[in-house]
């Protein structure tokens, strides 16, 4: 958690990929939610299975995401 509180600084948005069979990180999703939430920080969890194409909805997700930040914030950061 430490790793995410020293990212949350320098980000507008986090996208995180969580595929159903990924059943340790969804034990630490909601600690993630609660300081992305008390950073005012928007979020969109992909669903989808990272090694496969985008899913229809996880693209819908990023878009909706997108579109609700400023295109001046709009710049990749990886993390993980």
Same mark, same amino acid.
């Given at each position: 958690? #430490?790793?995410?509180? =020293?990212?949350?600084?320098?980000?507008?948005?986090?996208?995180?990929?969580?595929?159903? =069979?990924?059943?340790?990180?969804?034990?630490?999703?909601?600690?993630?939610?609660?300081?992305?939430?008390?950073?005012?920080?928007?979020?969109?969890?992909? #669903?989808?299975?990272?090694?496969?194409?985008?899913?229809?909805?996880?693209?819908?997700?990023? #878009?909706?995401?997108?579109?609700?930040?400023?295109?001046?914030?709009?710049?990749?950061?990886?993390?993980?």
């Amino acid at each position: 958690m #430490r790793r995410y509180d =020293d990212a949350l600084g320098t980000v507008a948005a986090v996208v995180i990929s969580l595929p159903s =069979d990924d059943e340790s990180f969804g034990w630490d999703y909601p600690r993630v939610r609660e300081r992305l939430a008390r950073h005012a920080i928007p979020h969109a969890v992909l #669903r989808g299975e990272p090694a496969l194409d985008v899913t229809a909805t996880d693209r819908e997700r990023i #878009r909706t995401l997108l579109g609700a930040m400023p295109a001046s914030a709009r710049r990749e950061t990886r993390c993980g």
